[in-house]
């Protein structure tokens, strides 16, 4: 999926959650959703320096502006250990709660993505590490 995609998306239910939950709606209230909706595809590209060994900036900008691939791999961010542990540190007051939401409905967004394109649910076993590497 997009950057912009991405980004549009938590744009729109962040402002639904924070209306949801009587918050302001607000350009400083909704910049951790969009973090959210952007920094976790920061491992689509981090995923392709690992396995060719090289940094081109170019690559790089095009692999996480649209990830068109659509290659069914393990990924640093989204997997639910990940979410487990943005969960724990989230509740340890680490991290603001507008992000995990973000980064839920990233990952939310991605299924759906994932599923249209599929249309079973094999892509779920590379979004676990245990599933991925403990087979
Ligand atoms: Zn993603």
């Known amino acids: 999926m997009k950057v912009h995609q991405h980004f ?3 744009l729109i239910l962040g402002a639904v959650f924070l209306k949801l939950t009587n918050q302001p709606v607000s350009g400083l209230s ?5 973090a959210a909706a952007v920094l976790t595809d920061f491992d689509h590209p981090l995923t392709y320096i690992i396995k060719i060994k090289q940094i081109k900036a170019k690559t790089v900008v095009e692999i996480l502006d649209d990830y068109k691939y659509n ?7 989204h997997n639910i250990e990940f979410a487990l542990f943005l969960t724990y540190i989230t509740w340890k007051n680490l991290l603001p709660l507008g992000f995990l939401m973000g980064y839920f409905f990233h990952l939310a967004a991605d299924g759906v993505r994932h599923q249209r394109l599929k ?4 892509w779920l076993r590379k979004w676990s590490v245990c599933l991925n590497f403990l087979r």
């Open 30 to 34: 909704l910049t951790p959703f969009l």
């Open 119 to 122: 249309k079973n649910f094999s």
């Open 71 to 77: 290659i069914q791999r393990f990924y640093l961010f």
């Open 8 to 10: 549009l998306i938590n």
